[in-house]
């Protein structure tokens, strides 16, 4: 039963840190067209902030917390050959990617804050989708169970 709560949990805090990690940057679209100082960058401002604080970086320690817990749990009870398991391994690499692009996200919205456009709409439109394409990878290796 705690397997299944954990799990649970875990699925939830996942889907609140992709719905900020593909929202995030669909607001960048639109704040590199807004004029720095004007009243729409500091909408886009608090919107982004509130985001990342309340939503994502809160979500994104859950990930970890609860999936260490499980890898924890899954091992004690039913031994620790998975680790070395190639799905485990795309998981592993893949959760860490996309705390990667949380990390740079975070770091564009605070050059936006700052007045600074470093990155293109362009930019910002063609990397939108890419933590979903990652994610497509890691629920697959991990349903299915790839490499055994």
């Known amino acids: 039963m705690l397997f299944n709560l954990l799990r ?10 992709m719905a900020g990690l593909l929202y995030l940057p669909r607001l960048f679209v639109y704040h590199t067209k807004a004029a720095p100082g004007s009243e729409l960058d500091s909408t886009f401002q608090i919107m982004e902030a509130k985001l990342l604080q309340i939503i994502m970086n809160p979500a994104s320690v859950l990930v ?3 999936g260490g817990g499980l890898v924890w749990y899954d091992g004690f009870h039913s031994g620790w050959s998975f680790l070395q398991k190639p799905w485990f391994l795309i998981m592993v690499i893949g959760a860490l990617a996309l705390a990667g692009w949380h990390h740079v996200l975070g770091r564009a919205r605070k050059a936006l804050a700052a007045g600074r456009r470093d990155r293109s709409e362009r930019f910002w439109r063609m990397t939108n989708e890419l933590p979903f394409l990652l994610a497509i990878v890691v629920v ?3 349903t299915m169970k790839i490499g055994g």
Do not use: S
């Open 140 to 142: 697959l290796a991990a």
């Open 8 to 17: 649970g949990l875990h699925i939830l805090a996942v889907i609140a840190w």
């Open 64 to 66: 970890f917390l609860i």
